[in-house]
Nanobody, 125 residues
Framework: QVQLVESGGGLVQAGGSLRLACGASGNTFANYRMAWFRQAPGKEREFVAAISRNTGGSKYYADSVKGRFTISRDNAGNTVYLQMNSLKPEDTGVYYC?????????????????WGQGTQVTVSS
């Protein structure tokens, strides 16, 4: 069992930056692929970014955030981060951290085993 807790959300103006963090319980954090998803009001949850297990040598991004967002992980601290720069109003939503033990499609929310409660990000124009 893994428990995930997100932090770092808030209100920011367009063009600004935020850094989200997701802390995980347990001692097997390195064995999980980690990802961030987001959900805007009235929309389905969508993939944002993912990072491979162990060293995190592989990173994946949604086209809408490439070049602006960076995912990283600190296995010693059981934490995954999402650095968000050049934020846009369309980035507004609840951001969720997720962990996966398997090897499926990194962008498929249904394959992730554990989820955090989410943190709100609001970008004003």
């Amino acid at each position: 069992q893994v428990q995930l807790v997100e932090s770092g959300g808030g209100l920011v103006q367009a063009g600004g930056s935020l850094r989200l963090a997701c802390g995980a319980s347990g001692n097997t954090f390195a064995n999980y692929r980690m990802a961030w998803f987001r959900q805007a009001p009235g929309k389905e949850r969508e993939f944002v970014a993912a990072i491979s297990r162990n060293t995190g040598g592989s990173k994946y991004y949604a086209d809408s955030v490439k070049g602006r967002f960076t995912i990283s992980r600190d296995n010693a601290g059981n934490t995954v981060y999402l650095q968000m720069n050049s934020l846009k109003p369309e980035d507004t939503g609840v951001y969720y951290c997720a962990a996966e033990r398997g090897w499926g499609d990194y962008a498929a929310a249904r394959l992730y085993d554990y989820w955090g409660q989410g943190t709100q990000v609001t970008v004003s124009s």
